[in-house]
């Protein structure tokens, strides 16, 4: 895949996380599967599933990284649906995905710039309150969201957060770099 990465954007090369999830991409049968990649900055998750033959859309809350998307979309000349949103804010309330892949922020601070979003969650976790409050309405009846987190994160605040909603969740993943520890966990209604 020909990949641009604008400056500013999460590098997905750079993180674990995004390898993680990308890892997981392909081990998916993704053919006819309804996917989101949500914090989407260079699109490489909607892009690999779409050359998978899922029916991938990728949101942001950046208009630059959407612009970053739509570019790697276009230069592979692939099929998928770029929409800037906030988590669910634009996304078409009759839309339900198979899959959503997320690589979250974890810092509970709130952003300071465009380029922040991608890893501030708010100093009362709100990313996550409105991620999982709306999640059961984003998903289909066998639908998983699929997600990076980490041992340095407040992993506890966020599973909280799930439960609060009575979001099913289990952790997948385990891998270890460096000093530190990476996770990837479904969540499902």
């Known amino acids: 895949m020909d990949l641009t990465v604008f400056p500013g954007i999460f590098h997905p090369g750079w ?13 998916l049968n993704l053919e006819g599967k309804r996917i989101m ?6 699109g490489v998750l909607a892009c690999r599933a779409a050359q998978h033959g ?14 970053n998307a739509e570019l790697n979309v276009s230069k592979n000349n692939l099929k998928v649906t770029v929409v800037q949103s906030d988590i669910f804010d634009q996304i078409p309330k009759d839309l339900r ?5 997320v690589n979250p922020p974890f810092e509970a601070r709130y ?18 309150i409105s991620l999982f409050d709306n999640l059961k309405n984003y998903l289909s009846s066998e639908g998983k969201l699929i997600m990076a987190l980490s ?8 599973l909280e957060i799930a439960e609060f909603e009575n979001i099913q969740f289990e952790r997948i993943r385990t891998k270890r770099k460096w000093s530190e520890t990476n996770y990837l966990y479904t969540f499902s209604c």
Request: hydrophobic fraction near 40%.
């Open 15 to 27: 993180f674990v996380t995004s390898v993680m999830l990308l890892d997981m991409v392909e081990s």
């Open 37 to 42: 990649e949500m914090g989407c900055g260079t």
């Open 54 to 67: 899922a029916m991938s859309y990728a949101c942001d809350i950046s208009r630059e990284a959407c612009n």
């Open 97 to 101: 995905f198979d899959f959503i892949f």
């Open 111 to 128: 952003p300071e710039s465009e380029a922040e979003f991608a890893f501030c969650c708010g100093e009362e976790f709100e990313y996550y």
């Open 151 to 158: 041992k340095s994160c407040d992993l506890n605040r966020i």
